[in-house]
């Protein structure tokens, strides 16, 4: 069945550093990736996505490139702030799995001044 | 891309009693689903809510405990029933839209269920 393998976490960085999330996937078909944001209290929201290889998807100063040959989804951000504090989940959806999305056990970010 | 409106938002119950969450999609949508997110936890899928028949649920997820309707291609509900302290959790809505080449799933804003 689908997987996604998600950095472990917590991640703690200061402001402006270069940020780095990892993210795997195990799929069939062809999969969809995407990367979902979570503030504290609030809602899941779609950050970026990208629907197929070698798709760059970005939002936010966020960016994640689609690489089928290495089956990965990595989150990076050049530089943080600590608006982005906040817990971030890579997930997939697959045509071949009836529409269900597959989601990574979620990376919190935290960012301090 | 489609919009989702989730209710109640949050809500706090007393153990024994049961919550119906409500899921109303501003486009027709084939595919329709309901997730959990325990605390500090990932989204679990609990069914696939079917339009005109009985839900699909997941390992661990039986009907009698998380009845869901669909009774068209915009609306859905779950319940909640006979809630434990165990159910506390963020319930999601989610579509995927229909006749899209690419696969993108939607997702409500979620109820945060506490149950005391």
């Known amino acids: 069945g689908n997987s996604v393998t998600q950095m472990e976490g917590p991640v703690t960085l200061s402001e402006e550093a270069f940020l780095t999330i990892n993210c795997t996937y195990t799929?069939?078909?062809?999969?969809?990736l995407f990367w979902y944001v979570q503030y504290p209290g609030e809602g899941l929201q779609l950050l970026l996505k990208?629907?197929?290889?070698?798709d760059k998807g970005s939002n936010k100063g966020f960016e994640a490139t689609y690489r089928k040959e290495t089956t990965s989804f990595h989150l990076e951000k050049g530089s943080v702030q600590v608006s982005d504090s906040a817990v971030y989940f890579c997930?997939?959806?697959?045509?071949?799995?009836?529409?269900?999305?597959?989601f990574g056990d979620g990376t919190t970010l935290t960012v301090k001044p | 891309s489609a919009v989702i409106s989730q209710k109640p938002s949050r809500d706090i119950c007393q153990r024994g009693t049961s919550l119906t969450i409500q899921c109303q999609v501003d486009?027709?949508?084939?595919?329709m689903f309901w997730y959990r997110q325990q605390p500090g936890q990932s989204l679990t899928l609990i069914a696939t809510?079917?339009?005109?028949?009985?839900?699909?649920?997941e390992s661990g997820f039986v009907i009698d405990k998380f009845p869901i309707s669909r009774p068209n291609l915009t609306f859905s509900t779950l319940t909640v029933s006979n809630m434990s302290p165990e159910d506390s959790s963020i319930y999601l809505c989610?579509?995927?839209?229909?006749?899209?080449?690419?696969?993108?799933?939607?997702f409500g804003q979620g109820t945060r269920l506490t149950v005391v």
């Open positions: 486009s027709q949508v084939t595919m």
């Open positions: 990208a629907t197929k290889a070698d």
């Open positions: 997930a997939l959806t697959s045509n071949t799995n009836a529409g269900k999305s597959t």
């Open positions: 799929a069939t078909g062809y999969p969809s």
């Open positions: 989610s579509v995927v839209a229909t006749g899209r080449v690419d696969t993108e799933a939607f």
């Open positions: 809510a079917n339009q005109g028949s009985e839900a699909t649920y």
